[in-house]
């Protein structure tokens, strides 16, 4: 039996699933198996997969579109490893990938969660960002914290390796009513049942974004607003799940709101929404003020958006 599974979910993905396989199939950790979700894909990534049809660590399977955290939870039930690792199909990872999170995880038995960094590349493959995060073993309840910092290392699934026995004895899945920040929420969820997390001071996943953007106008507009509200949805769900244990991570998540709720209010012109964003910005304003990571002149601009009616 593999040591790492690795799922892998799809959508008309022709361009970039045999890059995105082919950089796991390259790894130099090799006790990994692979299951690739094709979720109900209109164009040839079905096609495309079929080169692995023989390959026997590899299990495809093709449903009907449901979306990401469904194609996700269904892979979840064919999992027997140890260990759980994620990848999007858009994306590819370095040689040591697998490697370096297993030998995070496994440092010592406490640790339930190893996270590395990884870059942000153009579509052509230019750098254009790199993270680094503050490396070493961390208790998970501040790693909570340091997830929903601005700053901090986010709640990617891509470059963290999880336990599937805490995934599993915990019926912990993916919130299939999300469409952003799913995996945000899936993270605070699972870091609640560990102990400690490993930040591994490698760099092994390539991150690719893609040039079509979220701002603009038209559909753009249209698009961008759709991934606030849900966003909104996702930090609420987040903050509804953190207790007085959490008081950092809560503040965090409050200021996160504040500021969606900011940004939903500048655009927004029924007058009932304006309101109920007002008064969920009041009720948490006082975590937005204390978070050290907004700038001064963003606190501001939002205190001016909610005291002063024409903004």
């Keep these: 039996m593999s040591k790492i599974t690795m799922i892998v979910p799809v959508y008309n993905g022709e361009k970039v699933i045999n890059r995105c396989i082919d950089s796991i199939l390259e790894q130099s950790f090799k006790s990994y198996s692979i299951i690739i979700v094709n979720d109900g894909s ?56 697998l490697q370096d999170l297993f030998n995070g995880i496994t440092t010592n038995k406490n640790i339930d969660l190893s996270v590395i960094n990884f870059n942000k590349k153009n579509l052509e493959g230019s750098l254009l960002y790199q993270s680094n995060y503050t490396s070493g073993i961390m208790d998970a309840k501040r790693f909570i914290e340091y997830v929903l910092r601005f700053d901090g290392p986010g709640g990617y699934l891509w470059n963290k390796l999880f336990r599937r026995k805490i995934i599993c004895d915990n019926f912990l899945h993916f919130d299939t009513e999300l469409s952003i920040a799913e995996d945000l929420l899936f993270c605070i969820e699972y870091l609640k049942e560990c102990t400690t997390v490993n ?10 974004v893609s040039q079509e953007g979220i701002t603009g106008s038209g559909k753009k507009k249209e698009k961008k607003e759709k991934f606030l509200h849900n966003y909104r949805l996702a930090l609420k769900k987040i ?34 929404n304006k309101v109920e964003l007002r008064v969920e910005i009041r009720k948490y304003l006082n975590s937005f003020k204390k978070s050290d990571i907004i700038s001064f002149k963003q606190k501001i601009v939002l205190i001016c958006s909610v005291y002063i009616s024409y903004i």
């Design 199 to 208: 930040i591994v001071d490698r760099c092994g996943y390539n991150y690719i």
């Design 42 to 97: 209109t164009d040839n990534t079905k096609r495309k997969l079929a080169k692995y049809s023989t390959n026997k660590r590899i299990k495809i399977i093709n449903t009907k579109n449901q979306g990401v955290s469904a194609a996700r939870n269904l892979a979840l039930h064919y999992v027997s490893s140890e260990y759980v690792g994620f990848i999007d199909a858009d994306d590819y990872i370095e040689s040591n990938y």
């Design 239 to 272: 903050r509804n799940i953190l207790d007085k244990d959490y008081l950092g991570a809560r503040l965090e998540c409050e200021a996160r709101i504040v500021q969606v709720d900011g940004t939903l209010l500048r655009s927004e012109h029924n007058k009932k």
